[in-house]
């Protein structure tokens, strides 16, 4: 009696399970696809990739060389594929792709994904790219460079790093290899080795090359740091540091940062360096006299010298004291621009803020460099994955800030300048400098070296 009761009612519980998965199957509609970045990049594919959908029999992968796939790469006009990837083969080297997909099963096919882009690797020889950053930045009424920050580890010829990097960008500037702690090994003793490389790569391959930076506190080598002579001897050691870095570098490199983060956070004052209270307040101007000085002396007239900050735009006593410094630096004609690092996130600073603070900086006749741009899109650490919410987002902060750039006069252009190449070898994640909690994704190149909207974004912004 017991034994019918139960198998009564499996039945009943077996009958009730298969009714609502049928249910399940007519209700559903198939959800979109999520697509993701390529793997296996080369010259000449890549594999596509892209999640699981329930229910879905199959997927349609389009891949095109438009981003509104207005035509088709052959034979990849809505491919089915039964697999969560797909080789995508005989492309072009050096090329821009994009592709989606939708889901699909018996009775219906979903919309579709979102859209990735990719470059294909590229050999020598690939002709000029439109949708490459330098070469549409180069077709401008006013053009300007597009700058990144490299190491020199980076540079190995042929490497895809490399390829992109002299497709894309016209201006480098190195991300630390430059700095007093590399290159000041002890008083007038130097370590050329690898900041020399990075500018030969530059100088080599017709790539602007912008020094970064010779006073910066957080590069101070211990030599220094534990220096016991005098302020005079302190100062002299200074001087001497800057004299030898610009003739060294002399016409080879375009431009210096010469002082770097001179002022706080806090209420506009002076940063509390070791170059303030060993060089007193006018340490700044002495810096730039010194460097302009030594390039005279070895024959360049024309090397750039900018001050270098961050947050101004929405630090506003921070912004009035980097224009008191700007100003009487400029009463000496010792300034010729002014470097926004601009390390931001995907809600600010706004546009407001950014050209206000770029008017200031035109209207004294400065040079614009932004110098070290990043766009953050977890900064609360509130995304566990990049979401397509923040792509976009980011996306448009990018084309934002290009937007204003590329509408300055002619005379206040220089260089807008990416900081890093790929999201997982930059700085930003994980920051302890920055008490950034978690993963991020700032630059324009994925991990695998594919696009990113943000790329797209960048591209927009010079229309
Ligand atoms: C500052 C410096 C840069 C670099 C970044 C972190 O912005 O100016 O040189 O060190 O911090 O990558």
Redesign the pocket.
């Known amino acids: 009696m017991k034994i019918k009761f139960l198998l009564m009612l499996t039945g009943i519980l077996f009958f009730l399970n298969s009714c609502s998965k049928d249910d399940n199957i007519t209700a559903n509609t198939l959800e979109i696809p999520v697509a993701n970045a390529p793997k296996d990049v080369n010259d000449a594919g890549f594999r596509a990739k892209w999640m699981y959908v329930s229910h879905a029999k199959s997927y349609l992968l389009d891949v095109s060389t438009s981003e509104n796939f207005s035509t088709f790469v052959p034979n990849y006009n809505a491919k089915e594929v039964t697999d969560l990837n797909e080789v995508v083969a005989g492309l072009n080297g050096g090329t821009q792709y994009y592709y989606r997909v939708r889901a699909k099963n018996e009775t219906e096919t979903s919309g579709y994904s979102n859209v990735i882009s990719v470059v294909t690797t590229g050999s020598s020889n690939i002709p000029e790219d439109p949708t490459f950053l330098k070469v549409k930045a180069n077709k401008l009424a006013n053009p300007f460079f597009v700058g990144m920050?490299v190491k020199a580890s980076q540079l190995t010829t042929g490497s895809p790093y490399d390829v992109i990097l002299k497709n894309e960008f016209s201006s480098i500037?190195a991300?630390?290899e430059m700095?007093m702690d590399q290159i000041s090994t002890a008083s007038g003793v130097y370590n050329w080795t690898t900041a020399d490389k990075i500018v030969a790569y530059g100088n080599s391959n017709g790539i602007n090359v912008h020094g970064?930076?010779l006073v910066?506190h957080?590069?101070v080598p211990q030599w220094l740091k534990d220096f016991s002579g005098t302020d005079a001897e302190f100062k002299a050691e200074v001087k001497k540091y800057i004299t030898d870095v610009v003739t060294h570098y002399a016409g080879k490199v375009k431009s210096w940062?010469v002082v770097?983060?001179a002022v706080d956070d806090n209420g506009g004052a002076m940063r509390n360096t070791i170059f303030l209270q060993r060089m007193g307040a006018n340490y700044v101007k002495d810096c730039f006299q010194w460097a302009r000085d030594a390039a005279k002396a070895a024959g360049d007239n024309s090397l750039l010298l900018f001050y270098?900050d961050?947050a101004t735009s929405t630090n506003i006593p921070k912004q009035d004291k980097v224009f008191s410094i700007v100003d009487d630096l400029k009463t000496s004609n010792l300034i010729d621009g002014l470097g926004f690092?601009m390390?931001n996130n995907y809600l600010s600073p706004t546009k407001a803020q950014i050209q206000t603070d770029f008017n200031k900086a035109t209207a004294k006749g400065l040079k614009i460099h932004v110098?070290?741009l990043d766009i953050q899109v977890n900064q609360s650490n509130d995304i566990s994955t990049f979401t397509n919410e923040r792509r976009l987002a980011q996306k448009e902060k990018y084309k934002e800030i290009v937007q204003l750039y590329n509408a300055l006069p002619a005379a206040n252009k220089y260089a807008l300048t990416i900081?890093?190449m790929k999201d997982n070898e930059s700085?930003i994640p994980f920051?302890t400098?920055?008490n950034h909690p978690g993963n991020d994704w700032p630059l324009l190149y994925d991990s695998n070296f594919a696009v990113k909207s943000s790329h797209t974004g960048f591209l927009e912004g010079l229309d």
């Open positions: 920050a500037s991300e630390y700095k970064h930076a910066w957080n590069s940062d770097n983060e270098n961050y690092q390390h110098s070290e900081w890093g700085w920051s400098e920055l």
